[in-house]
C-alpha cells in the first residue's frame, strides 16, 4: 500500500489519538517538500518522517499537547541557522519549513474515511485548506467534496500523479492546495525467478504489485512476498477479468512469444499509465509486426547498461518512475 493511503487508514482504524503533520510550506531547501505527512499517535509510535530527524523530536512534544483537543496551528522552524541554538547546526538543510500540525477529532477522521475510500476507487482527491482559519478545509473528488469549507473546484488538467503541493491565493484569501493520489497499480504478467526482484522493488516503491501467471506453482508468496495478489489462470481469461484503469502499470516478462504477442494484442486499445515488454527490439518488432508502438516500451527500462534480474530490475523501476513524474497529460485525465 502506498504511504499516504497506509497512514490514512492507520489514522481511521485506531482507536488511539492522532494528530496529523503536514509541510504546507518551504522557503529554501529541506529533506521534505510541500505535500510531506506524518502521523503521531498518542502511545508514542509515529508514521512517516518529515525531515532528517531534526524536527520530528520537537514536533512529537507539541503533538503531545493537541491530543483530544480539536486544535490546529501551524509551526514554523527555520533550518538556516547555524548558531549553536538554530534548527540548522547539522541538520544539512538550509530553509524555513512550515508545518501543519492538526489533532484529529471525529469530523476530520470522517472526511480522512471519504479520502481513504476514494483513493480505493483510484480517484484523485484535491485537499484544500484555509491558511488564514485553519479549521476550515476540504476534501473533493470528481464527484463529491466534505470537509467545513464551503468552496466549488475548479476543474484543472494535470499529468497522472503530478505533485501539486502548494499555496495560492482565491478570492484574497491564501489557502493551501494539495493532489493526492491514489497507490499506483502494477500487474505483473510472468512469474519466474528473474520477476522476483522486479516485484519486490516495485513493492518497495510504492506499487501494488498483482502477480498475473498460469502456472500456480510459481505463484506463492515464497516467491513474492511483497505482492498485492495473485491472479493464476489461462492468460485470456485473466485478461478478460482484469479491469484495467488509465493510472494503472504493466510489465510482461512472461518469456512466452505466443502469450506475449496475446497481451500485447489485447492491450493495444486499453489505455495504461505504463506498458512496458522484456526482451530485445527485434523480438518485439516481430511480435508486434511493424515498428514498435508508441505506447509500448521496449526494449523495456532506462538504458543503463544493467546485468542481472536486479539490476534490470532497478532499470524498469527507473523508467516507471520518470514516466509516473513527466509523461504527457493523459487525455482520460484532463479534467480531473
Known sequence: MGFIPQLIETITKTEQAAVLAQVIHVEGTAYRKEGAWMCFLEDGSTIGILSGGCLESDLQIRAKELYHSGEVKQCKFDLSAEDDLGWGRGAGCNG??????????????????????????????????????????????????????????VHESLQPYQQVAEQKFMEDELFYHQWIWPEPSL????????????????????YA????????????????????????GPIDKLLRQINFRPLDSV????????????????LQDT????????????????????????????????????????????SIIAEMISIRRGMAICPSLASI
Open 187 to 206: 500487474y505483473l504478467f510472468g512469474a519466474g525467478a528473474d520477476a522476483r526482484p522486479f516485484a519486490q522493488l516495485a513493492s518497495t516503491v510504492g
Open 96 to 153: 524555513v519549513v512550515t508545518v501543519l500540525l492538526r489533532d484529529v477529532d471525529d469530523e476530520f477522521k470522517e472526511c480522512l474515511h471519504f479520502l481513504y475510500n476514494e483513493l480505493q476507487q483510484k480517484r484523485p482527491v484535491k485537499f484544500i485548506q484555509s491558511l488564514e482559519d485553519e479549521y476550515k478545509y476540504q476534501f473533493s473528488s470528481a464527484s463529491h467534496k466534505v470537509g467545513p469549507l464551503q468552496i466549488e473546484r
Open 271 to 314: 489505455q495504461l499509465l505504463y506498458t512496458g515488454l522484456l526482451g530485445s527490439k527485434k523480438r518485439t518488432m516481430r511480435l508486434v509486426g511493424n515498428s514498435i508502438p508508441a505506447w509500448l516500451n521496449s526494449p523495456i527500462g532506462l538504458s543503463i547498461g544493467a546485468e542481472g534480474p536486479e539490476e534490470i530490475a532497478v
Open 251 to 266: 510489465v510482461i516478462m512472461t518469456h512466452d512469444f505466443q502469450v506475449d504477442e496475446q497481451i500485447v494484442r489485447r
Open 209 to 232: 504489485v498483482h502477480i498475473c501467471d498460469w502456472r500456480e506453482a510459481l505463484c506463492t508468496k515464497v516467491n513474492f512476498p511483497t505482492a498485492t495478489s495473485f491472479k493464476i
